[in-house]
């Protein structure tokens, strides 16, 4: 059953990539290009994309405000969520979304700073806490909330199912839209767990050297006052 079928393939169609895993970027960049479809993107991906000839607009231009600090804020955007949590056909959403220009993005093609894989090779808190992805993980929920009429996409072993239904039917299906939101509920969810199970590992780490320090303290003090008892 075709239930509210993506946008994808109707008039004004937007998709955001912003990958860290950048495989087969260039296929899907192009696919959709020759399907007509507007590309917003972000830092690496946009520059990669515009290497192979692909057309981009960066999401800075797009809401009208800059990246900044050192990257953490890009996507975090009323224009940006508002197109992916716009209901279509609600009259209110879409009076919001004129008023405000915001347009709806259709397919969001994203995945998360590999933070499991930086906490394992042993990097430092600091680095540690700057791959936490915070704006990656609000794009996939706000997608996978609206999955009736956007898809999303979380990892690459996906693209051959996205590219199979827009090849065959020129959309995406209603169950495909909401198998892959079922999956992006399922990596947010793991990746918030290992973020936590990291965090409190952190914190049992410094009770563990603040006792330490205490035991090695005690103990130092002891031996200093058995030797001061010495001959009495």
Not at 157 to 168: A, G, R, S, V
Request: positive net charge; aromatic residues 6%; glycine residues 8%.
């Amino acid at each position: 059953a075709r239930v509210m079928a993506s946008c994808i393939e109707s008039q004004n169609r937007t998709a955001l990539i912003s990958v860290s895993d950048k495989s087969r970027l260039v296929e899907i960049g192009k696919f959709l290009s020759v399907k007509g479809v507007s590309i917003l993107s972000t830092g690496g991906t946009a520059k990669r994309l515009r290497e192979e000839g692909i057309a981009v607009t960066d999401v800075s231009e797009y809401t009208g405000f800059p990246e900044m600090m050192n990257g953490r804020v890009k996507s975090l955007h009323p224009r940006i969520h508002g197109g992916l949590l716009g209901v279509r056909g609600n009259s209110t959403h879409e009076g919001d979304m004129k008023e405000s220009g915001v347009l709806p993005i259709d397919l969001v093609i994203v995945n998360l700073y590999p933070f499991e894989k930086t906490a394992e090779s042993g990097k430092d808190f600091s680095t540690c806490i700057e791959n936490i992805d915070i704006g990656g993980p609000s794009m996939l929920r706000s997608a996978a909330k609206n999955h009736r009429s956007v898809a999303v996409v979380t990892k690459v072993e996906q693209y051959d199912d996205l590219l199979h239904e827009m090849k065959e039917s020129g959309e995406t299906s209603y169950e495909l839209r909401k198998r892959f939101a079922s999956e992006a509920f399922e990596l947010t969810a793991t990746y918030d767990s290992v973020i936590s199970t990291w965090f409190s590992s952190q914190n049992k780490a410094v009770i563990f050297k603040q006792k330490r320090k205490k035991y090695r303290t005690d103990v130092d003090r002891s031996s200093r006052d058995c030797q001061g008892t010495q001959g009495i």
